[in-house]
């Protein structure tokens, strides 16, 4: 399982080519999540994903079977608090 989380920088070209390198090396899931949108995409391939949005599951599938994520979990525990 490779983990990217999008910063303001990264570019749709360094993205491809990270996955591209991924799974030319072996990996078998990859999970790009874009703070901006609350989504993310689960990639099972260089090229082939699926786009969950703020109220979807990431999902291990067969890499860490049984395991779930909700992305709503995920950013409700990034929430700055607000300063008094």
């Known amino acids: 399982l490779a ?27 990859a999970w790009v ?8 995409k689960v990639y099972t391939s260089a090229k082939k994903f699926k786009e969950i949005d703020e109220k979807g599951t990431l999902d291990g599938g067969k890499v860490l079977p049984g395991f ?3 992305l709503a ?5 990034t929430k700055r608090r607000k300063k008094k």
């Open 68 to 70: 779930k994520l909700a």
């Open 73 to 77: 979990d995920l950013f409700a525990s």
């Open 33 to 40: 999540i874009d703070p901006n949108t609350q989504a993310a």
């Open 3 to 29: 983990v990217e989380v999008l910063s303001p920088t990264n570019t749709d070209a360094e993205i491809d080519r990270k996955l591209g390198e991924l799974f030319t090396a072996g990996c078998k899931l």
